[in-house]
Each structure stands twice: as structure tokens, then as C-alpha cells.
């Protein structure tokens, strides 16, 4: 999507009364509600909360300003954050015309398209980590896969963390990907809570392969598992080399 001056990020609310059309809820999570919406000529995704209550917007715009840094092709980009769209305040963001990784996987397709996507996962989660930000819920309906290509878009930072927030944390995860710590709401949360939710997401990726990998990434105790995710992309590309003893 190429950007004009008028849609760069900036870092305080900005109100767009009333320039909005053609507006629809696609989606809803346990803590927002996503609406398609478009804008002279161009599709944007808005991102509400549930409850309209001070806490509630008080992390929409923890989440806005956690996002508004980062710059990734796949990550999904956020623009702004605006408090009278015609949905309330909300974080207006790049519309992605594509499905989920569930979705995606449900297509078949095959080996290698496979392995490139999740090479993009990798790129995108080790992007963070250098940025300070653990996503601390990665899981398949997170991660959308462009209708175009097959890119990667991983979105959904609710749940995300950084140092500056840390007056706001708000641990979240999903059962099936959330680390034991993480499911345990524990202190010292680091980039191997997301270690262990990327090698669930691999077995579902590969079912049946790579189990070294994705046991190591998955083990109950996260001093065994890979230390970040480059330890994790050097494991990956040597995956199919022998081992020695």
C-alpha cells in the first residue's frame, strides 16, 4: 500500500469526522472489534474496543503507541489513532485482503510456500524483539496471509509489551499458544514466551516434522528452549542437515 502525506503516523489523536464510508464489523475478538471501513477511495481497517469505559480506551491507545514505531512488510502498518471515526475512537490501520494462516493452511498449500511464510513469521517476530516488543499472542489467527503473493501480516498487538508500557501491561495469550508463564500470568515474561508460541505454530505448519525444533521451542521449561529467534533461524535452515555424533 503506498502511503500519501496525509496518512503518515502521527503521535496524537486526530479527529476525522465524518469522512468515513461504507463501513462493516468483519471481525470480533475477545476484547475489540474490527470494522472495514473506507476513506477517499481507499479501504482501512478500524480497530474499537468492547467496552467504552476509561481502561479500555486507555490500552487502545497503549496498543496505538506501541504499533506506531514499527515498520516491517510483515507487520501489519499502522496509521493513526482517531477519536471520532463513526465507530468512536479507534486505530486506524492497513487493510489486508487476505485469510487467516488457519485459512490459509486449509487450502493445502504445499511445502515450500509453507516454508516461506513461515521464514516471514521468523523475519517479523525477530523485528520485534530487536524493537523492545514481545507480541505475546502469536497464533494463527493472528497472522494473516495476503490474497496477493501469500505475504505475511502478523497483527493484533493487545496483548503486546514493551518497557514504556509497562505501567499498562496487560498479559493476554491464547490457550494452545500461550506459554506456560505467560498462561501463569508470571513476571519476566521474554522473547521465549513467543519462542514457544511460534514452535506450536510450526507443528501446525508441518505437522509430523521438525519435532527437535519444535520441542525445544515448546519445552514447559523456557530455559531449554531456543534464547531468541535468530538461535531458532539458524536451527530452521539447518534442519534437514544430519546430525553428527
Given at each position: ?11 496524537s ?32 481497517i ?7 469505559d ?22 501489519v502498518h ?146 531449554r ?21
Amino acid at each position: 500500500m503506498i502511503e500519501s502525506e496525509s496518512f503518515r503516523p502521527i503521535s496524537s489523536a486526530t479527529d476525522y469526522s465524518g469522512q468515513y464510508t461504507d463501513v462493516e464489523l468483519i471481525r470480533s475478538t475477545s476484547h475489540a472489534h474490527l470494522y472495514r471501513m473506507r476513506r477517499m477511495g481507499r479501504m482501512f481497517i478500524a480497530k474499537t474496543t468492547l467496552r467504552d469505559d476509561a481502561r479500555s480506551l486507555e490500552l487502545l491507545k497503549r496498543e496505538y503507541e506501541l504499533s506506531l514505531g514499527l515498520s516491517h512488510p510483515n507487520i501489519v502498518h499502522v496509521y493513526t489513532y482517531e477519536t471520532n471515526t463513526p465507530v468512536g475512537a479507534a486505530i486506524i490501520m492497513e487493510y489486508v485482503d487476505g485469510c487467516t494462516l488457519t485459512e490459509y493452511l486449509a487450502s493445502r498449500p504445499n511445502k515450500a510456500a509453507r516454508q516461506r511464510v513461515f521464514e516471514q513469521l521468523l523475519s517479523a517476530t525477530s523485528y520485534l524483539h530487536k524493537a523492545g516488543v514481545l507480541h505475546n499472542d502469536l497464533k494463527p489467527d493472528n497472522i494473516l496471509i495476503t490474497r496477493t503473493n501469500h505475504d505475511v501480516r502478523l497483527i493484533d498487538f493487545g496483548f503486546s509489551d514493551d518497557d514504556s508500557h509497562d505501567r499498562l501491561r496487560a498479559l493476554g495469550g491464547t490457550r494452545g499458544y500461550a506459554s506456560p508463564e505467560l498462561a501463569a500470568q508470571a513476571h519476566g515474561i521474554d522473547t521465549r514466551s513467543d519462542i514457544y508460541a511460534l514452535g506450536q505454530i510450526m507443528r501446525q505448519m508441518f505437522p509430523g516434522r521438525y519435532r527437535h525444533i519444535t520441542g525445544r521451542c515448546t519445552s514447559a521449561d523456557r530455559t531449554r528452549r531456543y534464547p531468541n529467534v535468530e538461535s531458532l533461524a539458524l536451527a530452521w535452515n539447518r534442519r534437514n542437515m544430519p546430525y553428527l555424533i
